[in-house]
């Protein structure tokens, strides 16, 4: 009797604790508005993607083409997160990536649009899947970068890495997007994905060393380019950072950000 007592008041506290998501009913009206005038016409009524603008077609500066589907809500999965992989996003992760938007995707930013349209949309987005009311939020990932990002020697040393992990695999010797791999792979929605090429300079995720750093730590989750959270330590997923931005061609922004302070 005293176990069960204790069973009942332990699963109480648990259902108290739980931070469920519940709509703001104001928000997703406000959120629903801006959708149907701004998002819509590429992700669609329903949230799946199909919009009337249901494709984007690129050609990559490698010469690689493909198309580019505007995300399906439905299935609850995203790239640009914060949070570990597995994980759903923060609403700070998919604010900023409405605000800014994607580049090399055709996924326009919406700087326009206020704060507040900004976090009602994003509310609305998050009523197209049930993942939303089913998971707990996870925490996101914390990041401190060390002075010496982009010094000659952590450049060398996530070189290796590079090639030690078999990032070349899909990405490329030379980060051109153009490895072994690169023509095969395909995103967790069955369609046709090319992988960065680090020439472009420009991160889906929006150019900073953290952003670098988390699509290494975090992953792209639907996307195929896996999260190094486990297999690497915080200090070589680092050494990748300097590795990319050279690949990147952009060694020298790294002092903007507190970086290159080298023995
Ligand atoms: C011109 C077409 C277009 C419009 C307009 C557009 N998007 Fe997108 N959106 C895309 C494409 C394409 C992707 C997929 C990009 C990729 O995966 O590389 C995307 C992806 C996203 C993602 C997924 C990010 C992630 O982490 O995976 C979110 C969130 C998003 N859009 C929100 C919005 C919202 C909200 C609006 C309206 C305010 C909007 N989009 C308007 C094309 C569009
Ligand atoms: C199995 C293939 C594969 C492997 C292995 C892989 N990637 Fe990726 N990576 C991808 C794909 C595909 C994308 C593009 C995702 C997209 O555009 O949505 C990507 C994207 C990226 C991006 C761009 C993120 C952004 O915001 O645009 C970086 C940086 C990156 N990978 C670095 C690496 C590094 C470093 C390694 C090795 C430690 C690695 N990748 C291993 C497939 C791979």
């Known amino acids: ?28 009206k406000l959120g629903k508005k801006v959708y149907m005038s701004r998002c819509v016409i590429c992700h669609g009524e329903k949230g799946d993607g199909r919009g009337i603008i249901g494709v ?5 500066k490698s010469g690689l083409v493909w198309t580019i589907y505007p995300r399906d809500f439905t299935s609850g999965v995203f790239k640009f997160r914060s949070t570990p992989s597995g994980c759903l996003p923060t609403d700070e992760d998919l604010m900023r990536t409405v605000r800014n938007g994607i580049p090399r995707s055709g996924m326009p930013g919406h700087a326009d649009l206020s704060e507040k349209e900004i976090r009602a949309v994003v509310e609305y987005i998050k009523t ?41 695999e899909c990405h490329g010797m030379e980060g051109k997007g153009d490895g072994p791999k690169a023509d095969q792979l395909k995103d ?5 994905i090319v992988p960065f090429d680090f020439t472009t ?19 792209l989750d639907g996307s195929g ?38 023995k």
């Open 225 to 262: 380019m896996p999260s190094y959270q486990d297999s690497l330590t915080d200090e070589e997923r680092w050494h990748l950072v300097s590795y990319a931005l050279k690949l990147m061609g952009r060694l020298d922004d790294i002092k903007k950000y507190g970086g290159g302070v080298c």
């Open 128 to 168: 197209f899947s049930e993942r939303w009311r089913e998971e707990e939020p996870c925490e996101p990932i914390k990041v401190k970068m060390p002075k010496w990002v982009g010094c000659p020697d952590s450049v060398a040393k996530g070189k290796e890495l590079y090639k030690k992990m078999k990032c070349w």
């Open 201 to 219: 300079g420009a991160l889906k995720m929006g150019f900073a060393p953290d952003r670098l750093y988390l699509a290494f730590t975090a992953g």
């Open 188 to 192: 967790d929605w069955g369609d046709k």
């Open 56 to 60: 984007i077609h690129r050609v990559e």
């Open 1 to 28: 009797m005293r176990v069960l007592i204790l069973g009942i008041i332990l699963l109480g506290a648990a259902g108290f604790l739980r931070a469920e998501w519940k709509p703001d009913p104001e928000l997703v």
